[in-house]
Structure formats: C-alpha cells, structure tokens
C-alpha cells in the first residue's frame, strides 16, 4: 500500500525556515520521482517543485526559486523542502506525491503539513 505522510510544518516569521520532511513507503522510492505541491487558503493545488529519482536533477517554480530546495535520502525513503526566506504568500498545506503530478488531488495523499507564515 502507497503510503506517503509529510511534517515538519508550522508557523514561522516571515524570512524564516522550515523543513519538510515525506516520509513514503509502499512503493520503489529509489526508483521514484518524487515533487511537492501545496495549496493556499482559498485557491487551487499548485506544483512546488520535483526531484529525479537518483536526485540529480530539481526544479522548482519561479516564486520559490532560490529559496526552496528539494533532496531526498533514498536510505531513509525520505524526501525533503528545505524552506528558507519564507514569505507570506508561502502559507498552504504541503503534499509530497510520486512520479509526475498530472493537476489532480491524488488518492494516496495524506493531511499534508500546514505552513503558516505571519508575524
């Protein structure tokens, strides 16, 4: 059974940090794509950013770009968001997921982890 639960998220000040942490199972995380995606209060699901299953190669939209970073510990069947100079327009709930998001709320998504940025 595909299993996926992230957390590490909460409130932070913005230009502080987090990290998110994806802990999967169920599946051949080594072998695996994996991206996150978040949704803010109010709006639609959004592509964060993806990672190549030997994590060679990243990408990340243009608002978190040089902000955000992406890993994952193939060992630990773990993957990442590192959450630097967070900003308001950051806070969403936070969904990790496998292979290539195609726009969908998937099945196997759990709560997510809620990031909340505000003074």
């Known amino acids: 059974q595909l299993v996926v639960v992230e957390s590490g998220g909460g409130l932070v000040q913005p230009g502080g940090s987090l990290r998110l942490s994806c802990a999967a199972s169920?599946?051949?995380?080594?072998?695996?794509?994996m991206y996150w995606v978040r949704q803010a209060p109010g709006k639609g699901l959004e592509w964060v950013s993806s990672?190549?299953?030997?994590?060679?190669?990243?990408t990340y939209r243009d608002s978190v770009k040089g902000r955000f970073t992406i890993s994952r510990d193939n060992a630990k069947n773990t993957l990442y968001l590192q959450m630097n100079s967070l900003k308001s327009e950051d806070t969403a709930v936070y969904y990790c997921?496998?292979?290539?998001?195609?726009?969908?709320?998937?099945?196997?998504w759990g709560q997510g982890t809620q990031v909340t940025v505000s003074s």
């Open positions: 997921g496998r292979g290539v998001w195609d726009g969908q709320r998937q099945g196997y």
């Open positions: 169920g599946f051949t995380f080594s072998s695996t794509r």
């Open positions: 990672i190549t299953a030997g994590g060679g190669t990243t």
